[in-house]
DNA sequence: CTATTTGACTTTCTTTGACTTTAATTTTAC
DNA sequence: GTAAAATTAAAGTCAAAGAAAGTCAAATAG
């Protein structure tokens, strides 16, 4: 314990304990000013314990009035998302992909619209990249998409 | 939050519904004044938030009681989204793919959730390619996404 | 060795101000 | 009285300064 670190996880997980609709927006500077740490020391946080995996989405912006948005996940209610989650693991094949969206849409848990969205964000076609990441790029987007669809249940 | 450009902004969306023809003259210093910003200020707005690919047309003129007219365009959605692909070609960074997706919502053509869903499949850390062409895997996904959109008008 | 911390440097977005351009109004010359 | 000139009242442009956040690698701690 008493790492910097860890502290300021807990605290930000506090704001959003404490906040409506979870989701709280930080200033960098403010906050590592706060904790007197390195700015940078907020991203690492951010990146370490806030990632995708853990069920986090961070949105950020630069300049003047700049601030940073850490959208949460109730993931202990959904054991469901999390065992498809570690199921996708670090990468994942467009079949297996296509699997688990179409899954989602016999659940309920998606609309067909949604799902024809997701399908043509994970498709071959989409993520054109040279090299062999296509699988963890596709890995993350798929995360990423099923996070938002969690995350924001009620306006289904 | 809180930077004075999207204070201005609100403003003068506010304006514009409440407007009947949808579309608002102001004055550019008597607005600066207003908001105890430069002028200049106010043109800052105007271009990046008010442009022609976010749907509005902006005219002034100068001189003695010249002002600034504010309209909204409202176009056709097929053409609309057919204009939006050109704009997107080959390559495109985060912040403009985050702007046609919001304005698709703001058209009606694709709803709440699923323009969170776009947006997350489009965001940086979605698209983790440690080379440089995120913005062209970002063009392809986004493009993708809309044809789904486009082909699947009936479902909305 | 792995995880954390820091700092130098980069990128992005905003704000401001000095200067320019254009249009309307007022003044002057005839 | 009218046309040109001067004045004034807008809006436009652009670049520099400022205000955030991001990145990455080196140093440090455990």
């Known amino acids: 314990m008493s790492n910097i670190s860890d502290i300021i996880e807990l605290f930000i997980k ?6 409506s609709n979870q989701s709280v927006e930080i200033q960098r500077n403010e ?4 904790f007197k740490c390195s700015p940078s020391q907020i991203n690492y946080v951010l990146t370490t314990r806030f990632s995708i995996d853990r069920g986090y989405i961070v949105e950020s912006r630069r300049g003047g009035g700049g601030c940073i948005r850490i959208a949460q996940m109730d993931i202990e209610k959904d054991r469901y998302i999390e065992g498809l989650f570690s199921e996708i693991g670090e990468s ?3 079949l297996k992909a296509v699997q688990i969206i179409e899954l989602l849409f016999q659940r309920g ?25 296509k699988n963890e790029v596709r890995a993350n987007i798929l995360k990423s998409m099923m996070l938002v669809v969690y995350r ?5």
């Open 14 to 19: 506090e704001l959003l304990e404490d906040a």
């Open 109 to 133: 848990i998606i609309k067909d619209r949604e799902k024809e969205i997701m399908k043509a964000a994970i498709s071959d076609r989409s993520i054109q990249s040279p090299f062999n990441i």
């Open 152 to 156: 924001n249940k009620k306006d289904f």
């Open 31 to 34: 906050l590592a000013n706060y």
């Open 92 to 94: 994942i094949n467009k």
